[in-house]
């Protein structure tokens, strides 16, 4: 069974940058992705990879400012999250597909392993 554990989360101000890590157990899945959710609100799609060939797909609002990478030595993801903004304030969830087709990567159902999530808080 694929797990999916998050780290990087924190506190930072506006303008500040953070690196998030999405470590997967195995390889299994095809597209790995970034969701998040602030509070009183549903879960949104931030950015998503595919692991073979690397095509990215990011949300207007982070587009310019968030960057997804993998390592594929070390079954890793990173979003790499620059000029943050308070807005920007979220759990943040790596989710991972086995198998989607591209025009549905946005789609939180696609998705069938989760994280449990981390913490990013941003400052005025």
């Known amino acids: 069974q694929l797990q999916l554990g998050e780290s990087g989360g924190g506190l930072a101000q506006a303008g500040d940058s953070l690196r998030l890590s999405c470590a997967a157990s195995?390889?299994?899945?095809?597209?790995i992705a970034w969701f998040r959710q602030a509070p009183g609100k549903e879960r949104e799609f931030v950015a998503v990879i595919r692991w073979t060939g690397g095509a990215t797909s990011y949300s207007d609002s982070v587009k310019g400012r968030f960057t997804i990478s993998l390592d594929k030595a070390k079954n890793t993801m990173y979003l790499q999250m620059n000029s943050l903004k308070p807005e920007d304030t979220a759990v943040y969830f790596c989710?991972?597909?086995?198998?989607?087709?591209?025009?549905?990567?946005?789609?939180?159902?696609?998705?069938?392993?989760w994280g449990q999530g981390t913490q990013v808080t941003i400052s005025s």
């Open positions: 989710a991972a597909s086995p198998s989607t087709i591209w025009s549905a990567v946005r789609d939180s159902r696609a998705y069938a392993h």
């Open positions: 195995e390889r299994t899945f095809r597209d």
